[in-house]
C-alpha cells in the first residue's frame, strides 16, 4: 500500500520584518511583537494523496500552531532546577513557547523534535555586565533587533536571567494529539541545536546524533537508557528522559571518542562549576569545552545511513577559521582554515552499535572549488546545510550559501542554494534542483515509497546582510506566486514523477 495520506510537520524558522510588516520595524507594538511571536515555531498540517496531487485537509483534527507563545513542558535533569525558574514560573518546569527550530527530528513512535537554534537572538541584555554563562550562549546587548523585550520583558535578559536558560532545547511535539503539550527534553542538553536525528540500535536503544550549529561549535550524541517499545506507544513517553549525552572528539589517526558529558565525570564537578547533571545540561557547551571536544565548522543536520550505519554530518562553514584572534586554526576533521565553503565528514560507530563510546571517521568530501581545496566528484555545490538519506540509500544534499556571498566571486560558479543527490558508494554528486534567487534549501523529505519529495524552501529573495526593504519585499525575488504587487513567501514544494515512479531511481 503506497502511503496517500500523512501529517507534515514543519518549522518556521524565524521572520523578516521587512515581509510580515508593511513598514517593516519602522513602527513597533505590543501588537507587532504578538504577530512576530506567533509567526514563528511549527505547523503541523494534514496532507492527502488525491489524483496524484498532494492537499491539504481542511478542516483538519490535527492542523495545528505551535508558537513563541504555547506552554511548553520542561522535563528531564534540569526541569525544577533553580537556573530553570523565573518570575513567572517559580517551579521552573513551564515555559511559553519554542522558536528558531532548525533542523528537525523524529521518534519511531512518531513524535516530532524540534530544535531549538538562534534562540539567543531574541534576547537582549542591557544591564551593562552579561554573565560568562549568557555570554557563551551569544546574549548581547542589542541581539539582532527583534525588539520583542520591549512588550514582553522575559526577553530581557538583564531583568530575567534565567530565562535564556529555558531555550537552546530539542522539544518533543505529539503531531497526533493536538491538545498535547509540547516537551523540552533536557536530557539532550542545550546549544543552538541544528536537528536531532534518530538511529535504532540493534537492541532496540536510540541514539540522536545533533549539530550546535555555530562556529567552532561541537557534535553531540544522546543514547537512551532503555530500548523502545514498538508494541506500546505510551511506554515511550518519557524516554528521552533518561539517557547518556556525549559529545566528540575527532582524533588526528581516524579514530574518534564519544566523550560523556555526566556530572562527576572528568572535569564536570563542583569545582569546575557544575555542581549536578542538571546544571552540565544547562552549561553544556562549557561541559563540552571542559572535556575537550574538537571544534567544528558549524554542524549543521546529521544522518545516520538506514543500511551502512554510517553517519554523515554537514559542516556548512567557519570563514573565521585560523583568522587572527580565532579560537583555532585547522584541525583534523576541519582541515580549512578559512573554511568558506564547508564540508561533509562521515564516521561509523565501533561494531556498529549506536551506543558505542568510540568511531572511525574519514572526510566525505570538502565543498566548493578545486583551487580551494575542494574535493567534489561531479556538480559542484558550497556550504551544505540539509541532509537527508532515502530508504534506498541516497544521501541528498541540501545547501546554504548565505544571500551576502551567493552569485559572488568564487561563489559565483554554483548559482542559487540547490538540492544534490549522491550515492555515497560512488561518491559523484549531481544537481536535483535549483532554488530561487536568495533562498536556502532547508529540508528535504521522502515518503516512504520513495515517490514523494517534500523540499522547504526558505526565506526566497532575502535580502543581502539584513531584513527585506518593505518599501520593495520583491526586490529579489517574488517565488512562488509571482504576483506582481506581492512578496516572497517560504514555502513547501512538493515533487512527484510524471510516471509516479520512484524519485532518484
Ligand atoms: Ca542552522
Ligand atoms: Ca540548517
Ligand atoms: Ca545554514
Known amino acids: 500500500m503506497r502511503p496517500a495520506h500523512g501529517l507534515l510537520a514543519i518549522n518556521h524558522e524565524y521572520l523578516d520584518e521587512g515581509l510580515l510588516f508593511t513598514d517593516g520595524q519602522k513602527t513597533w507594538s505590543a501588537e507587532k511583537g504578538l504577530k512576530a511571536q506567533n509567526a514563528v515555531g511549527v505547523s503541523v498540517i494534514e496532507v492527502r494523496l488525491e489524483g496524484g496531487q498532494w492537499q491539504v485537509v481542511r478542516p483538519s483534527r490535527y492542523a495545528r500552531r505551535i508558537t513563541a ?36 527530528g523524529w521518534t519511531p513512535w512518531g513524535t516530532y523534535l524540534t530544535c531549538e537554534e538562534n534562540w539567543n537572538f531574541q534576547f537582549v541584555n542591557r544591564s ?10 551569544g546574549i548581547s546587548a542589542k541581539g539582532r533587533n527583534y525588539r520583542w523585550e520591549e512588550h514582553d520583558e522575559r526577553f530581557d535578559a538583564g531583568l530575567h536571567p534565567n530565562e535564556p536558560n529555558r531555550f537552546g532545547w530539542v522539544v518533543e511535539i505529539d503531531p497526533y494529539d493536538p491538545g498535547s503539550v509540547p516537551v523540552k527534553r533536557t536530557a539532550l542538553g542545550r546549544c543552538k541545536h541544528e536537528g536531532a536525528a534518530c538511529a535504532v540500535g540493534k537492541s532496540g536503544r536510540l541514539a540522536f ?55 562527576g565525570h572528568g572535569p564536570l564537578t563542583p569545582d569546575r562549576g557544575f555542581a549536578n547533571q542538571a546544571e552540565v545540561a544547562v552549561k553544556t557547551r562549557q561541559a563540552a569545552d571542559a572535556v575537550g571536544a574538537t571544534r567544528m565548522d558549524r554542524p549543521e543536520w546529521v544522518v545516520p545511513h538506514p543500511v551502512s550505519g554510517e553517519v554523515y554530518a554537514a559542516c556548512t562553514n567557519n570563514s573565521a577559521r585560523g583568522r587572527k584572534g580565532a579560537k583555532e586554526g585547522p584541525n583534523p576533521a576541519n582541515r580549512r582554515a578559512p573554511n568558506r565553503f564547508g564540508h561533509i565528514v562521515r564516521w561509523r560507530e565501533q561494531g556498529g552499535d549506536v551506543a558505542a563510546t568510540r568511531f572511525t571517521w574519514d572526510v566525505f568530501v570538502e565543498a566548493g572549488p578545486a583551487d580551494q581545496g575542494g574535493t567534489i566528484r561531479g556538480d559542484g555545490f558550497a556550504c551544505p546545510d540539509g541532509l537527508w538519506i532515502d530508504s534506498m540509500g541516497t544521501l541528498w544534499v541540501g545547501t546554504d550559501v548565505s544571500p551576502t556571498a551567493l552569485g559572488k566571486g568564487d561563489f559565483a560558479q554554483f548559482g542559487n542554494n540547490q538540492l544534490l543527490a549522491v550515492d555515497p558508494a560512488t561518491g559523484v554528486f549531481r544537481r536535483f534542483l535549483t532554488g530561487p534567487r536568495g533562498c536556502e534549501i532547508t ?43 506581492g512578496r516572497p513567501r517560504s514555502a513547501t514544494v512538493v515533487i512527484r514523477r510524471t510516471d509516479g515512479g520512484i524519485i532518484g531511481s
Not at 506500546?232 to 588526528?252: E, T
Request: glycine share 10%.
Open 128 to 137: 551593562g555586565e552579561i554573565p560568562p554563562e549568557q555570554l557563551r550562549y
Open 443 to 485: 529540508a528535504f523529505h521522502t515518503t516512504p515509497d520513495n515517490r514523494t519529495a517534500f523540499v522547504n524552501v526558505q526565506h526566497p529573495g532575502e535580502a543581502p546582510g539584513d531584513r527585506a526593504n518593505p518599501d520593495n519585499p520583491r526586490a529579489h525575488s517574488n517565488w512562488p506566486d509571482y504576483d506582481p504587487a
Open 69 to 104: 507563545r504555547t506552554p511548553c513542558r520542561i522535563s528531564g535533569p534540569a526541569a525544577g532546577h533553580a537556573l530553570m525558574r523565573t518570575a513567572a514560573d517559580p517551579e521552573g518546569r513551564s515555559v511559553l513557547g519554542t522558536y528558531n527550530g532548525c533542523a528537525h
Open 209 to 263: 546524533y545533533m549539530g550546535d550549529d555555530e562556529g567552532f561549535e561541537y557534535i553531540y550524541k544522546f543514547v537512551t537508557d532503555r530500548a523502545w517499545n514498538p508494541d506500546d506507544r505510551a511506554a515511550n513517553r518519557n524516554l528521552l528522559d533518561d539517557g547518556m549525552l556525549y559529545v566528540a572528539r575527532f582524533n588526528a589517526n581516524g579514530s574518534g571518542t564519544w566523550l560523556p558529558l555526566m556530572y
